[in-house]
């Protein structure tokens, strides 16, 4: 069975950092792409940033050049670097692989970005 735990999260002001984590137990790691999704209330959850097993990154415009995906196979840990953070970056993080196992949701870490 597969379990995710996300952590990291916080209150930062616009301009701030933070940098999340998130530990798989199970196979999960051996899927081909593991991603960053967030959520904001009333809103559909959004891919944020995939990364592929071979080392590859993709991110969705709004964090090009701000957030860094990373996979540490060995420590079955994704990471996700949040940098210049936004007021619009407020949301609920999750990780997941992608597409997601729809049954594998973890609780998710707020992040909070406000002066």
């Known amino acids: 069975q597969v379990q995710l735990v996300e952590s990291g999260g916080g209150l930062v002001q616009p301009g701030g950092s933070l940098r999340l984590s998130c530990a798989a137990s199970?196979?999960?790691?051996?899927?081909?792409?593991l991603a960053w999704y967030r959520q904001v209330p009333g809103k559909q959850r959004e891919l944020v940033a995939a990364a592929r097993i071979g080392g590859s990154t993709s991110y969705v415009d709004s964090v090009k050049g701000r957030f860094t995906i990373s996979r540490d196979n060995a420590k079955n840990t994704l990471y996700l670097q949040m940098n210049s953070l936004k007021v619009d970056d407020t949301a609920v993080y999750y990780c997941?692989?992608?597409?997601?196992?729809?049954?594998?949701w973890g609780q998710g870490t707020r992040v909070t970005v406000s002066s």
């Open positions: 997941n692989s992608h597409p997601p196992i729809q049954t594998t």
């Open positions: 199970g196979s999960i790691f051996s899927m081909l792409v």
